[in-house]
């Protein structure tokens, strides 16, 4: 039997899909996992067990970077000695700075490493780690930043998802439904100017139009503020946080204002959830940009760009797509026809496939 070790941490975006590869590969294969202490919060350790590493990011103080580089590579020793007590005999990386340590240790022991993507941007630690991987594992066939020399490694599959989403009943279409339920959700890293000014909107729509709205706080510091503001204007609401559960709450939803992060994109694209994409501008490599777009120009999403946010056009485009079924039909169908292949059994035959034959 293989041993297979999964290496992990730092957002949400990277974890959670790395408890969905542990889940395919434990029936068939040994697997251990390792994160951050940053990504362990996404993990469910009642599922889960894996074990801590403490990775320096070189360049977040640059007065330490001489400290840095020194524990960076005392990393690379540590990660060796794990490979080796373990037996393990492939490295599978689902891409952040602290993850590379294990790839360069497996280089060096000759073990297979396999790399995960899954944004639209190839990510830095993957780019380095890109030659002397087996595979890259990717949802976007056209992977920016992605050398053309390298094209026999990339392997795409349809997203990884949670096994709960699987489970969960997808989105169908209710024109009669009176009050709509919209989902405000910046994903793991949160979003406060989701906070600031959704918020806003919700309460100037919600004078025309009654709504449901379920709504991730990221600043708790708002959290009392936004609710005193939500009863005066008599909303229905709650207040959720961005956990491994999460998943629940996408029942019986009409339209999702979201983020740009590949987990949630790809949640609410199985489940049929029509969602305005407002990108983190912020994001590295602009890669939550780029997340948005691979639906977008499919038809599957409205996309916005924070810097271009217009409360008045926002809030018209609110109005609009609620009064213009056409619209939405179609990109409800749209995503009903990009996810129609993506099933548990699909995903779990393709991952076994791509490290069996390899």
């Known amino acids: 039997m293989k041993?297979?070790?999964?290496?992990?941490?730092?957002?949400?975006?990277?974890?959670?899909?790395?408890?969905?590869?542990?889940?395919?590969?434990?029936?068939?294969?040994?697997?251990?996992?390792?994160?951050?202490?940053?990504?362990?919060?996404?993990?469910?350790?009642?599922?889960?067990?894996?074990?801590?590493?403490?990775?320096?990011?070189?360049?977040?103080?640059p007065y330490l970077l001489p400290i840095n580089i020194f524990k960076y590579f005392l990393n690379v020793f540590q990660?060796?000695?794990?490979?080796?007590?373990?037996?393990?005999?492939?490295?599978?990386?689902?891409?952040?700075?602290?993850?590379?340590?294990?790839?360069?240790?497996?280089?060096?022991?000759?073990?297979?490493?396999f790399l995960f993507e899954p944004n639209s941007v190839l990510g830095r630690s993957n780019r380095f780690a890109l030659k002397f991987s087996t595979k890259i594992i990717c949802y976007d066939e056209n992977l920016r930043n992605y050398p053309i020399k390298y094209n026999s490694k990339k392997v795409i599959v349809k997203p990884i998802l949670k096994k709960e989403i699987y489970n969960l009943e997808k989105n169908t279409i209710n024109l009669k439904k009176e009050i709509k339920k919209i989902l405000i959700i910046g994903g793991s890293q949160g979003a406060s100017f989701f906070d600031e000014n959704i918020t806003e909107l919700i309460i100037e729509i919600s004078k025309k139009r009654n709504f449901e709205v379920i709504q991730q706080i990221s600043n708790n510091n708002n959290l009392s503020s936004i609710k005193n503001k939500y009863d005066k204007s008599n909303i229905n609401y709650k207040f959720i946080?961005?956990?491994?559960?999460?998943?629940?709450?996408?029942?019986?939803?009409?339209?999702?204002?979201?983020?740009?992060?590949?987990?949630?994109?790809?949640?609410?694209?199985?489940?049929?959830?029509?969602?305005?994409?407002?990108?983190?501008p912020s994001a590295r490599d602009n890669h939550q940009f780029y997340n948005s777009k691979f639906y977008y120009k499919k038809n599957c999403c409205w996309l916005i760009n924070q810097k271009e946010f217009e409360f008045k056009k926002f809030s018209e485009m609110i109005f609009e797509i609620f009064n213009d079924y056409q619209n939405y039909n179609e990109k409800f169908k749209n995503l009903a026809e990009i996810t129609k292949k993506n099933t548990w059994n699909n995903i779990n035959n393709k991952i076994i496939e791509i490290i069996d034959e390899n």
Do not use: W
């Open 3 to 61: 041993n297979i070790l999964i290496v992990t941490g730092g957002s949400g975006g990277h974890v959670i899909p790395s408890t969905s590869l542990f889940e395919h590969l434990k029936n068939k294969f040994s697997v251990k996992m390792v994160s951050d202490v940053r990504g362990s919060k996404y993990i469910n350790t009642e599922k889960f067990k894996y074990e801590l590493i403490d990775v320096p990011n070189l360049f977040l103080k």
């Open 241 to 280: 946080e961005f956990t491994n559960d999460s998943h629940e709450l996408y029942n019986g939803i009409d339209l999702a204002i979201t983020r740009g992060g590949a987990s949630t994109l790809s949640e609410l694209s199985f489940l049929n959830i029509p969602f305005i994409s407002i990108p983190l």
């Open 79 to 113: 990660s060796i000695r794990f490979l080796k007590n373990n037996k393990t005999n492939i490295v599978i990386s689902t891409g952040g700075y602290m993850t590379f340590p294990f790839c360069l240790a497996a280089f060096i022991l000759q073990k297979k490493v």
